[in-house]
Structure formats: C-alpha cells, structure tokens
Nanobody, 127 residues
C-alpha cells in the first residue's frame, strides 16, 4: 500500500504561483500513475492532472492546461504540481491520488480509477 502526504498549499493572490508536493511511502510507488484532483466547497472532486508511472506522459484538465505542470521523481517518491497564473476559481483542497492499476501511460481522469489519496492541501487564491 502507498501512503500519500500532500503539502505546499497556502494563500496567494490571483496571478501568483504555488507548488504542491506529494510525498509517497512504499516501495511500489514507481509502478503507479499518479493524479492530482481538487475539490471546492459544495462541488464534486474534479480531475486536475495526470502523470504516467514513469513520468513520460502527462495530461491536464482543460481548465488548468498551460498553467499547471505535473511531474514526479521516482527516486525520491515525490509528485509535484506547479501552479502558475492562479485564479480565484482554482481555490480548493488539492489531493494527490494513486492509480488503481500499475503501469498506466494513458490519461486517467475519473476518480474511480484511483484508490489512495492523502489528506489534501488547501489552496486559496484571492482576487
């Protein structure tokens, strides 16, 4: 089992940047694709970004494409989300999530395709 801990959230003004970190435990981390999801108050959890097990493929939700960048370092058991040009509508709790299957390289965007996530990190973007 992989345990995940997110960090890096905070308060930032619109147009600013934040970098999120996801620290994973477990020797099998590198076998799994990873995703970032977010959930705003009163809304359902939504897909943000995907990175394949080896970091070779990435995919983004249209709302964040061109502004967010996902990356991973399997040697450090870390996943990152660089968020630039932030907007108030990016305000949410952000979750790092592990794919259910190993070795995925095609984009996985549905919450049901992931089975482990951390406690989340709150990002607030002020206007």
């Amino acid at each position: 089992q992989v345990q995940l801990v997110e960090s890096g959230g905070g308060l930032v003004q619109a147009g600013g940047s934040l970098r999120l970190f996801c620290a994973a435990s477990g020797r099998t981390f590198s076998a799994y694709a990873m995703g970032w999801f977010r959930q705003a108050p009163g809304k359902e959890r939504e897909f943000v970004a995907f990175v394949s097990w080896n970091g070779g493929s990435t995919y983004y939700a249209d709302l964040v494409k061109g502004r967010f960048t996902i990356a991973r370092d399997n040697g450090k058991n870390m996943v990152y989300l660089q968020m630039n040009s932030l907007k108030p509508e990016d305000t949410a709790v952000y979750y790092c999530e592990k794919d259910r299957a190993t070795g995925e390289t095609k984009a996985r965007t549905a919450p049901r395709e992931y089975d482990d996530w951390g406690q989340g990190t709150q990002d607030t973007v002020s206007s």
